[in-house]
């Protein structure tokens, strides 16, 4: 299979189920925007990854890459607005307890964490970073899903929701982790 289809080369691309849209369709930004958060969160990986300590991240390098498989699955949801795709595929499928299995990871990290009593800026340690810049971009996502019509399952509301808050306290966590010092605002 060739990399390249052609099939694009007009400004339009085609949602699960062979519609075709322009490349600016709100729905095509929005799995767009999840995509971006996706290559974010592998900068982030591969930040961990390089460090000499990298044993120390072990388990939010395995959290990153179970998101990065649901948010495939996210937007696998989001290019299928008639919602046929999760109904065959059931790695396409979101549910609660994906949405529970962030809350239970944010609650993990926040309890090896200092309280914050204050808003910080973004930064610390390259990985650090990256999963605060990833937060921004899974927010921008998730302003673009709210403007889906036909609206989108709940539950991937929810989760990308959730996310913006796991990938705070992971940046918070890896920073910790290294001894980088958090700045206050």
């Not at 299979?1 to 600016?24: C, H, P, W």
């Not at 974010?40 to 300590?53: M, N």
């Not at 991240?57 to 495939?72: E, H, P, S, T, Y």
């Not at 949801?77 to 790695?91: F, H």
């Amino acid at each position: 299979m060739k990399i390249y289809t052609r099939t694009g080369d007009t400004g339009e691309t085609s949602l699960f189920g062979g519609a075709r849209v322009s490349k600016s369709d709100a729905r095509v930004d929005a799995y767009g925007e999840v995509d971006e958060l996706n290559a974010w969160l592998g900068f982030a990986r591969a930040s961990l990854d390089a460090r000499a300590d990298h044993g120390i991240f072990a388990d939010i390098g395995d959290a990153v890459v179970q998101i990065q498989r649901d948010l495939f699955a996210l937007g696998a949801r989001l290019a299928d607005p008639a919602e046929k795709i999760s109904a065959r595929v059931t790695k396409a499928a979101l549910h609660d307890g994906d949405v529970e299995r962030l809350e239970q990871l944010i609650d993990r990290l926040e309890a090896e964490l200092p309280p914050l009593a204050h808003f910080i800026l973004a930064g610390g340690v390259e990985a650090g970073a990256a999963l605060h810049l990833a937060r921004a971009v899974c927010r921008r996502a998730e302003r673009r899903m709210v403007t889906l019509q036909p609206s989108v399952d709940l539950v991937l509301i929810r989760y990308i929701n959730r996310l913006s808050d796991a990938l705070f306290v992971m940046a918070r966590a890896v920073n910790h982790r290294t001894g980088a010092p958090e700045t206050r605002w």
